[in-house]
């Protein structure tokens, strides 16, 4: 029964071994490597006019999603509540004064900046007229 069954496994491997189909019925073997080739080709690339049907569904998508987010965007603005007078007002006010309290500061670390230079805090460098600068030659 072991050697049956041994018997039986050997046969189907070398009957499906396509060197041995290949030796025997090249042509058949041939033309079953075309129609699976073939085959394998129609299912994996996609043919002319799928591929454009599936861009235009994709600019589709998009667009619809685009739409959806431009109505939600005009809906929560429409739900927003808007700023009062004094808001405004407010707004305004600081855009105006925004400019002058930027030069002021700027101008208070500029003094600030030239009194410490004025201390003699200036790095350790000799002044230009003092007499232990000028070079004896």
Do not use: Y
Not at 36 to 49: D, L
Not at 57 to 67: K, N, P, S, T
Not at 102 to 131: L, T
Request: no cysteine; charged share 25%.
């Amino acid at each position: 029964m072991r050697k049956a069954l041994t018997d039986i496994g050997t046969d189907l491997a070398r009957a499906a071994d396509p060197r041995l189909w290949t030796k025997e019925h090249p042509w058949a073997s041939l033309g079953v490597a075309l129609v699976g080739g073939f085959a394998a080709t129609t299912a994996v690339v996609p043919s002319k006019r799928e591929t454009p049907m599936k861009k235009l569904q994709r600019i589709e998508r998009m667009l619809a999603v685009e739409d959806r987010v431009k109505a939600a965007k005009e809906e929560t603005a429409k739900k927003a509540p808007k700023p009062g007078f004094g808001a405004q007002l407010i707004k305004q006010v600081i855009g105006l004064v925004q400019p002058a309290l930027v030069s002021a500061v700027a101008a208070g670390v500029r003094g600030k900046m030239e009194q410490q230079a004025g201390d003699g805090h200036d790095g350790g460098a000799p002044k230009p007229n003092a007499p232990w600068s000028q070079s004896s030659v």
